[in-house]
């Protein structure tokens, strides 16, 4: 996509996108496996790697494990948010810590407790504060008079979505699965991830 688009035309790509005929035999259901890259490698314990960071949040120093195999198949999601960066929109990220994470969801989503967040479609997925690790606050707006629309999103996979959409795609590969993932099936993570709502 050549420009940043504004928010009503954001919200017009984002309605056809939902119009889209998607492949009967496309992969379905990412949303809702709660596998872990990490866990899932063989021989991930001999693999790990140190990453230190900074609560954004509380100013606590952070230090947290990762998997070097997990990211051959994934960009870092720090990378993917500032490629939404370099395409023109304004988005930022933040790390928090376990306490600040579980904080910012009671006030973001004061209802659910360790439910669901959203029941779209038969879409069901969790805001997931992940122990001992990287929690990412992903912060979104169309406008700089707006407030930042913000979500806790630890999954690569939504920031894959949101960039995909961003840069005028219908979908992209996912080359973890090797199958290539419809954004027309994704459209309840966009909302959620951006704030955006097809309604509107």
Same mark, same amino acid.
């Given at each position: 996509?050549?420009?940043?688009?504004?928010?009503?035309?954001?919200?017009?790509?984002?309605?056809?996108?939902?119009?889209e005929e998607v492949p009967e035999n496309s992969f379905k259901g990412r949303i809702s496996q709660c596998?872990? /890259?990490?866990?899932?490698?063989?021989?991930?314990?001999?693999?790990?790697?140190?990453?230190?960071?900074?609560?954004?949040?509380?100013?606590?120093? +952070?230090?947290?494990?990762?998997?070097?195999?997990?990211?051959?198949?994934?960009?870092?999601?720090?990378?993917?948010?500032?490629?939404?960066s370099e395409l023109g929109y304004d988005v930022k990220l933040e790390y928090v810590c376990e306490d600040?994470?579980?904080? +910012?969801?009671?006030?973001?989503?004061?209802?659910?407790?360790?439910?669901?967040?959203?029941? /779209?479609?038969?879409?069901?997925?969790? /805001?997931? /504060?992940?122990?001992?690790?990287?929690?990412?606050?992903?912060?979104?707006?169309?406008?700089?008079? +707006?407030?930042?629309?913000?979500a806790i999103a630890n999954k690569n996979h939504y920031y894959r979505i949101v960039l995909s959409f961003?840069?005028?795609?219908?979908?992209?590969?996912?080359?973890?699965?090797?199958?290539?993932?419809? +954004?027309?099936?994704?459209?309840?993570?966009?909302?959620?991830?951006?704030?955006?709502?097809?309604?509107?």
């Open positions: 996509m050549d420009k940043k688009l504004s928010k009503t035309e954001l919200i017009e790509r984002l309605k056809a996108i939902a119009v596998y872990s /890259v990490f866990e899932g490698l063989p021989g991930h314990e001999k693999s790990r790697i140190e990453t230190q960071n900074t609560c954004s949040h509380c100013g606590k120093e +952070l230090t947290y494990y990762r998997c070097q195999e997990a990211l051959t198949y994934e960009t870092d999601i720090p990378d993917l948010v500032k490629e939404m600040c994470c579980k904080k +910012l969801k009671e006030e973001l989503y004061p209802n659910i407790g360790e439910g669901l967040v959203f029941d /779209v479609n038969d879409e069901k997925f969790m /805001v997931k /504060v992940v122990p001992l690790s990287e929690n990412y606050v992903f912060y979104f707006r169309t406008d700089s008079t +707006l407030p930042y629309h913000c961003l840069q005028g795609k219908s979908l992209y590969r996912d080359k973890l699965i090797d199958e290539d993932i419809f +954004l027309a099936r994704e459209i309840h993570i966009i909302e959620f991830m951006t704030g955006l709502k097809i309604d509107e």
